[in-house]
């Protein structure tokens, strides 16, 4: 089990794992490859009866429990690009160390609908990632890896993750959604090791 931030005793409210989903907020952008990380967590709040609400943290946000453990799952309200500032405030919040952070993110380098856990490391230039490690001082925070297929030129990668997926694709992502939500259950109930095993 991962260890707690030393101050989450004092403020009453620690968890042992946050949740976060990273995209945009607003309609036009639902449904797009760079918000496959909340899709995600919208899933995992049907799962587990959790009603996400805005809270003070820019994010909407409720806690659950996996097994016997707590986990507090959120949607930063924040555009992608300033996720960090999100994310920061939310681990204030539920009291977690880095290590205890699943971020859940779309990722170019990946075919579409592929899935991949990764343990820190590089942040591949995504911006969403790049803005968690400058708030946090730390890229050590897990990641659920949601392929989404590289544009046909790199000049065109904003447009890409802005736009949705097609027919076909759509179908492959939708399934791959649903493992992403079973990866991170697989983390928090059987450890990081066990779950990249398993879905690696």
């Known amino acids: ?24 907020p607003g309609d ?7 918000n496959v990380g909340t899709d995600v967590i919208e899933i995992l709040a049907n799962r587990h009866s959790a009603k996400l609400r805005k ?22 309200q924040t555009y992608m690009n300033d996720s960090g500032d999100a994310v920061r405030l939310l681990a204030h919040r ?9 971020i859940l993110h779309d ?12 343990e820190g490391g590089g942040l591949a230039g995504h911006n969403g990632l790049r ?13 659920v890896r949601i392929g989404v297929g590289k544009p046909t030129s790199s000049a065109q990668g904003a447009d890409h993750v802005l736009d949705r997926f097609s027919k076909r694709d ?9 493992l992403a939500a079973d990866a991170v259950e697989a983390i928090v109930s059987d450890g990081v090791e066990a779950a990249m095993n398993r879905f690696n």
């Open 170 to 178: 759509r179908k492959e992502i939708d399934v791959t959604l649903e």
């Open 131 to 143: 803005s968690i490690k400058s708030h946090l001082h730390s890229d050590a925070f897990l990641r």
């Open 107 to 118: 990722e170019l380098d990946l075919p579409v609908a592929a899935l991949r856990i990764k």
């Open 94 to 102: 539920y009291g977690v160390t880095t290590e205890q952070i699943i």
């Open 1 to 24: 089990m991962p260890r707690r931030s030393p101050d989450a005793a004092r403020r009453g409210t620690p968890a042992d794992y946050l949740v976060v989903g990273l995209g945009n």
């Open 28 to 34: 036009e952008y639902a449904r797009t490859r760079h």
């Open 55 to 76: 809270g003070k943290e820019r994010a909407f946000v409720d806690e659950v429990r996996v097994g016997e453990l707590r986990v507090a799952m959120a949607i930063p």
